[in-house]
């Protein structure tokens, strides 16, 4: 069974453009939940889809927002880059929704954004 | 609000246990776990353990959780090289975080030939 799968693995962006991440669950699970990785503040939550819906946000500002289509492919989108925007972006799929007892998260390798 | 504390770093010397400690907050978390991320790669889930149990062996991994002081540990039997990696510990969240998972900072494992 393929694991998570996200793309790209990198990209460079400069300060005020746009970046849309991708990732493609494993295979069967309809949740798809996101995080960013920093060296300062670590790994934090943004946000969580299920079934087309976003259930769970975590705080981040508006810039950041996602979507998930009929196939639990999720895609992230962040707009009007910052600096502070650089990051691993990482993409973690599990069959239930994560607060749901057992629901295991399996992560992909990420993307790792460059803002300029 | 909910927190996971970790040290930050560990040395040890191969064939030697290492043992990763880790402190939270939420009496509530139902399910703990230990992921470990090599350089440049994503999460790599090792373990996890229900809050009712108190220690859990799987090959070389040995966890222990004491619920009363929220402590919890990862020991790892004979640490070879190939586990050196930064290795994160993460609870639940629950009430407004609803289920997404609260890592702490990593501790990040080096293992010396």
């Known amino acids: 069974k393929a694991g998570v799968t996200q793309t790209p693995r990198y990209l460079i962006k400069t300060r005020g453009q746009q970046v849309t991440l991708s990732c493609s669950p494993i295979?069967?699970?309809?949740?798809v939940s996101w995080y960013q990785q920093t060296p300062g503040q670590g790994l934090q939550f943004l946000f969580e889809?299920?079934?087309?819906?976003?259930?769970n946000k975590g705080n981040f500002p508006g810039r950041f927002s996602g979507r998930q289509f009929s196939n639990s492919r999720s895609e992230m989108n962040v707009s009007t880059l910052e600096l502070g925007d650089s990051a691993l972006y990482l993409c973690?799929?599990?069959?239930?929704?994560?607060?749901?007892?057992?629901?295991?998260?399996?992560f992909g390798a990420g993307t790792r954004l460059s803002v300029l | 609000g909910e927190d996971v504390e970790q040290s930050l770093f560990l040395s040890v010397r191969e064939g030697d246990s290492s043992v990763i400690n880790c402190t939270y907050t939420?009496?509530?978390?139902?399910?703990l776990y230990w992921y470990k991320q090599e350089p440049g790669a994503g999460l790599q889930l090792l373990t996890y353990?229900?809050?009712?149990?108190d220690m859990k062996q799987d090959q070389r991994l040995t966890v222990l959780l004491n619920k009363k002081d929220k402590h919890l540990s990862l020991r790892i039997a004979d640490t070879q090289t190939g586990d050196s990696a930064i290795y994160f510990c993460?609870?639940?969240?629950?009430?407004?975080?609803?289920?997404?998972?609260?890592f702490g900072k990593g501790t990040k494992l080096s293992v010396k030939p």
């Open positions: 889809y299920f079934s087309e819906t976003q259930r």
């Open positions: 993460a609870e639940r969240g629950y009430g407004g975080s609803q289920g997404n998972l609260i």
């Open positions: 295979s069967g699970h309809r949740s």
């Open positions: 353990i229900f809050s009712n149990m």
């Open positions: 973690a799929s599990s069959t239930g929704l994560a607060g749901e007892a057992k629901n295991i998260q399996y």
């Open positions: 939420d009496s509530s978390s139902t399910y």
